[in-house]
Protein backbone atom coordinates (compact mmCIF):
# COMPACT_ATOMS: atom_id res chain seq x y z
CA UNK A 1 0.00 0.00 0.00
CA UNK A 2 1.60 3.20 -1.45
CA UNK A 3 1.51 6.30 1.88
CA UNK A 4 2.08 9.71 1.36
CA UNK A 5 2.95 11.80 4.42
CA UNK A 6 2.70 15.66 4.63
CA UNK A 7 4.67 17.47 7.47
CA UNK A 8 5.75 21.03 7.81
CA UNK A 9 2.51 22.30 8.57
CA UNK A 10 1.67 25.46 11.26
CA UNK A 11 1.20 29.22 12.03
CA UNK A 12 3.50 31.97 10.37
CA UNK A 13 2.72 34.95 10.03
CA UNK A 14 2.17 37.03 6.86
CA UNK A 15 5.13 37.24 5.15
CA UNK A 16 6.44 34.34 6.60
CA UNK A 17 7.78 31.30 5.34
CA UNK A 18 7.31 27.38 5.80
CA UNK A 19 8.39 24.16 3.58
CA UNK A 20 6.22 21.67 3.51
CA UNK A 21 7.76 17.98 3.16
CA UNK A 22 5.86 14.61 1.52
CA UNK A 23 7.25 11.37 2.21
CA UNK A 24 6.35 8.38 -0.16
CA UNK A 25 6.58 4.72 0.93
CA UNK A 26 7.89 3.60 -2.40
CA UNK A 27 10.61 4.99 -4.87
CA UNK A 28 9.63 8.43 -5.59
CA UNK A 29 10.91 8.04 -9.29
CA UNK A 30 7.61 5.69 -9.67
CA UNK A 31 5.36 8.42 -9.83
CA UNK A 32 5.26 10.02 -13.29
CA UNK A 33 3.76 13.21 -11.43
CA UNK A 34 3.06 14.95 -8.00
CA UNK A 35 1.72 18.04 -6.90
CA UNK A 36 0.17 19.77 -3.75
CA UNK A 37 -3.03 20.76 -3.22
CA UNK A 38 -4.69 22.84 -0.95
CA UNK A 39 -8.34 23.41 0.36
CA UNK A 40 -9.82 26.04 2.04
CA UNK A 41 -12.82 25.86 4.17
CA UNK A 42 -15.86 25.89 2.26
CA UNK A 43 -13.47 25.87 -0.70
CA UNK A 44 -13.14 23.38 -3.43
CA UNK A 45 -9.24 21.55 -3.89
CA UNK A 46 -7.25 23.13 -5.96
CA UNK A 47 -3.94 22.64 -7.53
CA UNK A 48 -1.17 24.70 -6.33
CA UNK A 49 1.73 23.22 -7.59
CA UNK A 50 3.09 19.98 -9.83
CA UNK A 51 6.34 18.43 -10.58
CA UNK A 52 6.49 15.52 -13.37
CA UNK A 53 9.26 12.72 -13.77
CA UNK A 54 11.20 14.68 -15.85
CA UNK A 55 11.34 18.04 -13.56
CA UNK A 56 8.62 20.27 -15.42
CA UNK A 57 6.26 22.43 -12.59
CA UNK A 58 3.38 23.81 -13.05
CA UNK A 59 1.78 26.33 -10.61
CA UNK A 60 -1.16 28.06 -9.81
CA UNK A 61 -1.13 31.97 -10.77
CA UNK A 62 -1.85 32.77 -7.13
CA UNK A 63 1.42 31.60 -5.60
CA UNK A 64 3.59 31.92 -8.85
CA UNK A 65 6.68 33.65 -7.77
CA UNK A 66 6.48 32.75 -4.01
CA UNK A 67 6.44 28.83 -4.09
CA UNK A 68 8.32 26.02 -5.13
CA UNK A 69 8.09 22.54 -5.64
CA UNK A 70 11.21 19.85 -5.67
CA UNK A 71 11.55 16.14 -5.21
CA UNK A 72 14.87 14.45 -3.73
CA UNK A 73 14.44 11.24 -5.63
CA UNK A 74 17.51 9.86 -3.38
CA UNK A 75 15.31 10.92 -0.11
CA UNK A 76 12.12 9.63 -1.81
CA UNK A 77 10.41 13.33 -0.77
CA UNK A 78 8.70 16.03 -2.76
CA UNK A 79 8.89 19.64 -1.03
CA UNK A 80 7.01 22.77 -1.23
CA UNK A 81 8.94 26.09 -0.38
CA UNK A 82 6.45 28.66 0.21
CA UNK A 83 7.57 32.19 1.14
CA UNK A 84 6.10 35.67 1.35
CA UNK A 85 2.51 34.00 2.98
CA UNK A 86 -0.57 35.50 3.10
CA UNK A 87 -3.70 34.85 5.04
CA UNK A 88 -5.66 33.23 1.55
CA UNK A 89 -2.71 30.69 1.30
CA UNK A 90 -4.59 29.28 4.81
CA UNK A 91 -5.98 26.25 3.98
CA UNK A 92 -5.12 22.36 4.56
CA UNK A 93 -2.21 21.22 1.90
CA UNK A 94 -2.47 17.60 0.54
CA UNK A 95 0.16 15.96 -1.04
CA UNK A 96 -0.82 13.98 -4.16
CA UNK A 97 0.82 11.14 -6.42
CA UNK A 98 -0.19 9.78 -9.68
CA UNK A 99 1.54 6.33 -10.95
CA UNK A 100 0.67 4.02 -13.68
CA UNK A 101 -0.73 1.77 -10.53
CA UNK A 102 -3.37 4.56 -9.70
CA UNK A 103 -3.52 7.76 -7.79
CA UNK A 104 -2.40 8.45 -4.12
CA UNK A 105 -3.76 11.50 -1.32
CA UNK A 106 -1.65 12.33 2.20
CA UNK A 107 -3.97 13.15 5.26
CA UNK A 108 -3.06 16.78 4.91
CA UNK A 109 -1.41 19.50 6.79
CA UNK A 110 -2.65 22.67 8.02
CA UNK A 111 -0.96 26.20 7.05
CA UNK A 112 -2.72 28.90 8.98
CA UNK A 113 -1.20 32.40 8.00
CA UNK A 114 -2.60 34.98 10.49
CA UNK A 115 -1.21 37.61 12.43
Known amino acids: QVQLVESGGGLVQPGGSLRLSCATS????????MGWFRQAPGQQRELVAGIDSVGLRNYADSVKGRFTISRDNAKNTMYLQMNSLKPEDTAVYYC?????????WGLGTQVTVSS
Open 26 to 33: RSISSFRY
Open 96 to 104: HGRSALGMY
